[in-house]
């Protein structure tokens, strides 16, 4: 019997083998679907996740950094040239060594040695240039030279007058009085001092006496008589006392002591023996003088020359003044020494506290004896 060949159906399309088409393309896309599942289980595709939020807690925090907005481009600068390197100090040449003076002749004499005012000594050489120097270097200023050195002051010596009796007038506040006078006499050892005047109806005295050392006078007693009333002052060298009547007071006796009039004849010896001491006003002599009451420091100035007019013309004189002792003192004690008088005075003054001028100026002398 005769096989009929099976003819497809309307729509249905045979493949050259009876195979139908459209189960085909199911295989097809049932591998397609096989190869994506199996893409997905090996890692190879990612499926996006669902687009329904996940509740908060199940969504990790994310931190987020703002960062701030970008700087505007700043405009071009103009390209700087690079610093130049500072320049290498040039290199210090190095000190030349002194030259070795030529050995002069045996012949020529050697030339003298001259003092530098740094101290130093150089000799001067033949040529003119000056040899080497212990301390002095090529780059070295020039010492400037020493101020001199200020010249030292005249010795202090002592030289005792000889005797002589001076004759004063007297003037109290331009008034004559009577006449008053200085009686000096020494032998060498001893000396005795007497000063007497007259103040209106009132007679003073004054009298100092002890012995000449080899500084001056050491006065041993000093004696005041003021209207018949007398103090004294005993000086004792050996015990080192001195003791006021009255009273009997005793203090310390400072050596080369003075008193209130042997200061003056003190100051003539002084004078005598160095009158360039005295050249300059301002030199001051200090003593340790002694009344009737007590011992206190006492400073003579010397303040210049001066002319003084005498009952024998005009006497050219040092004038010396003694220096207030305390602040409240003020009374004013004045002298003057004359060279042709042998640097006695010549003119004395006192001015009291209140006002009161006491003058004796030299109106004459006469030779004393010499007995003390």
Not at 106 to 127: L, R
Not at 158 to 163: H, K, L, Q
Not at 294 to 315: K, N, S, W
């Amino acid at each position: 019997m005769a096989t009929l060949a099976q003819t497809p159906g309307p729509g249905k399309t045979a493949t050259p083998d009876g195979f139908p088409r459209r189960r085909l393309r199911w295989v097809a896309v049932l591998v397609l679907v096989l190869a994506a599942h199996a893409l997905v289980l090996l890692g190879l595709v990612h499926i996006p996740g669902p687009l329904v939020p996940l509740p908060a807690t199940d969504v990790p925090a994310l931190e987020a950094i703002l960062l701030p907005p970008p700087a505007p481009p700043q405009p071009p600068q103009p390209q700087q040239q690079p610093a130049r390197p500072a320049p290498r100090p040039a290199p210090r040449p190095a000190p030349r060594p002194a030259p070795v003076p030529r050995q002069a002749p045996e012949a020529a004499p050697a030339p003298p040695v001259a003092t530098v005012p740094a101290g130093e000594t150089e000799t001067a050489s033949a040529g003119g240039t000056s040899g080497t120097a212990p301390a002095a270097t090529e780059a070295a200023e020039p010492t400037p030279p020493a101020p001199p050195a200020p010249a030292p002051a005249p010795a202090v010596h002592y030289v005792v007058p000889p005797p002589v009796t001076l004759h004063y007038a007297s003037y109290v506040n331009g008034v004559r009085n009577p006449d008053g006078l200085i009686r000096w006499q020494q032998d060498g050892g001893r000396y005795q001092l007497a000063v007497e005047t007259r103040v209106l109806w009132f007679r003073f005295a004054f009298h100092s006496a002890g012995a000449l050392g080899p500084a001056g006078l050491v006065p041993q007693r000093y004696e005041e008589s003021r209207r018949g009333r007398v103090e004294t002052a005993q000086f004792d060298p050996a015990a080192g006392t001195v003791t006021f009547v009255p009273g009997n007071r005793q203090v310390p006796l400072p050596a080369g002591a003075q008193d209130r009039f042997s200061v003056f004849l003190q100051m003539v010896g002084l004078v005598r023996g160095n009158p360039r001491r005295y050249a300059v006003p301002g030199v001051t002599e200090r003593f340790q003088v002694a009344d009737t009451r007590d011992i206190e420091p006492m400073q003579v100035q010397y303040v210049g020359e001066e002319e003084v007019e005498t009952g024998q013309g005009f006497l050219r004189a040092k004038h010396f003044v003694r220096l207030p002792r305390r602040a409240d003192d003020r009374r004013r004690v004045e002298i003057w020494l004359a060279e042709p008088l042998g640097w006695m005075p010549v003119q004395l003054r006192q001015t009291e506290p209140d006002g009161t001028q006491i003058d004796l100026i030299y109106r004459g002398s006469e030779a004393a004896a010499g007995g003390a």
